[in-house]
């Protein structure tokens, strides 16, 4: 919709010599009841080259547009929920202006409508029991777009007052569906459950995908033969019984094998409330997280094992993509914590001060078919940086089992130049789908929030380093030296490398990491 700023930036609308037709609301209907978006479709031959249209809601204006054209209308889209209109009765007139000096006013429609966006959805004494309605041998595809960029600054440039939001160093934008099959369901004493598979998949019209994997770097392309599906067996609040990663016997092989090098999503659905709720309502609710990498998850039986918890709350009962659906939010937030993952540990608890993130998944939850229509996962962090100590050398290789490859320690890493940030340092920060962990400077960082005995959050990230033979060590710091290299063996058994710590000095630089996830129903 192509809105005007006053009334003197005019354009003419598309066509020429129109026969003139009566200027009128043909739909809605006068006395109609509507909710969300409707549509306000006039004549087109109503409307003349340079005319446009004013919108006032209960006598007061909203706006001028040029409308868009559909057919033989004029089409003007009304977003009740945007523009909060309140449920119950309104006015709505739409007012034709000529282009001119002043606007001339050539003629009005007006009509009465009923909004409902939420009155008609009744929460009842008890509230409204939140469950997924599984059926066997069913499957439904959510479009996936990922979002996420990093910045960084000083304090006064990434302070929220000045609207500033420091220099822009990287920003990913990814795009794929998730598919969520049920193939078996079952009746339990505590209620019901199903076995549900969970596959990435590629946009539509396309066989394949470019993403970015946790713990890598760059984006790969990944075609639908290698995305894989992992299964979970889960209660209709969408909590975890067990989970895991089936077996593949490829055609040539006489034996079944297992797997590593497909693509898998861990994306699980939003965790329901076990009681009734009604709008305004307040609990615990839980995030749920992959623990560990791949390799791990292969051969667990849960991957959920300790969900986050958050806090849960019903924001309303209300109409959404045409349905009647429970909004509720979750999020999890603390401000002024030690982020051990870039503060340098203890010695730099000072430099978590100014640290903060919020954590909120809002979903629309179909209270008739039992399903998520649509899940939005935010989170923006800021931290601050500190430049790192020179590296240590890696620790003794593991020793090889079976025959297999023993799982070297990496090499320590360099100390950064004091107060330098380098944008080349954040290539490619993009998340997983269903993981809040990202790269930064070669090294994953893996969301793993810590509490202290208040049930404060003091910790959110932990740097996991990889495995296989130790890297070398980078450049000290101002008043260290250089690292060595780490000694893990391919094969296990190596020497630990030698190499002296570098200084490290804060550079008094903050990082902000804003990421979005958005899944949508296909209809």
Known sequence: MNKLAGTLLIAALAGSAWAQGSFTIRRPVDGSTVRETVKVRIPLNSMTEGSYLGILINGKFVEAV???????????????????????????????????????????????????????????????LLRYKFAANTERVYETKIQQEIRVGSSLTMSGGTGRRGTLVGREE????????????????????????????????????????????????????????????????????????????????????????????????????????NPGDVWEGAMLDAEGGIDKLVEARKFFGNPVPARATLQNFEWYQGRPCAKVTMELGQAEVAIDAFSGGAAQAAAGKGSSLTL??????????????????????????????????????????????????????????????????????????????FMMEGNLYEFNPTFNDKGEVISFWQNRPGGGDGG????????????????????????????????????????????????????
């Open 66 to 128: 040029i409308p868009k054209v559909e057919g033989a209308d004029a089409v003007y889209e009304l977003n009740t929920k945007e523009m909060r209109i309140p449920d119950g009765e309104m006015t709505l007139d739409v007012v034709l202006y000529q282009d001119g000096e002043p606007p001339v006013e050539r003629d009005r429609s007006s009509i009465r409508l009923n909004v409902d966006n939420y009155t008609s959805i009744t929460p009842g004494i008890e509230g409204k």
């Open 174 to 277: 990814e795009t794929s569906r998730l598919a969520y099959a049920v193939h078996n369901t079952y009746s339990t004493p505590n209620g019901r459950e199903a076995l549900v598979s969970v596959q990435p998949r590629p946009p539509k019209g396309k066989d394949y995908a470019w993403l970015t994997l946790s713990g890598a770097t760059e984006p790969t392309k990944w075609y639908a033969e290698d995305m894989s599906p992992w299964y979970m067996r889960m209660t209709d609040t969408g909590r975890e019984v067990f989970s895991g990663i089936p077996f593949r016997a490829d055609l040539e092989s006489t034996t079944a094998s297992q797997t590593i090098t497909l693509l898998y999503a861990f994306f699980p659905l939003p965790v329901l409330p076990s009681e009734p709720v």
């Open 360 to 437: 909120k998944e809002t979903y629309y939850f179909d209270l008739q078919a039992g399903v998520v229509l649509n899940s939005v996962l935010e989170y923006t962090s800021i931290v601050p940086i500190a430049a790192a100590a020179g590296g240590t050398g890696g620790n003794t290789g593991g020793s090889g089992a079976g025959g297999r490859p023993g799982a070297g320690a990496s090499g320590g890493g360099g100390g950064g130049q004091s107060g330098e940030l380098a944008e080349d340092s954040f290539n490619s920060p993009m998340m997983f789908p269903g993981s809040l962990n």
């Open 472 to 523: 070398p060590g980078g450049r000290g710091g101002d008043d260290g030296q250089g690292g060595g290299f780490g000694g893990g063996s391919r094969f296990g058994g190596g020497q630990a490398g030698n190499a002296a710590a570098g200084g490290a000095r804060s550079g008094g630089r903050l990082m902000m990491i804003t990421a979005r996830i958005d899944r949508t129903l296909e209809r």
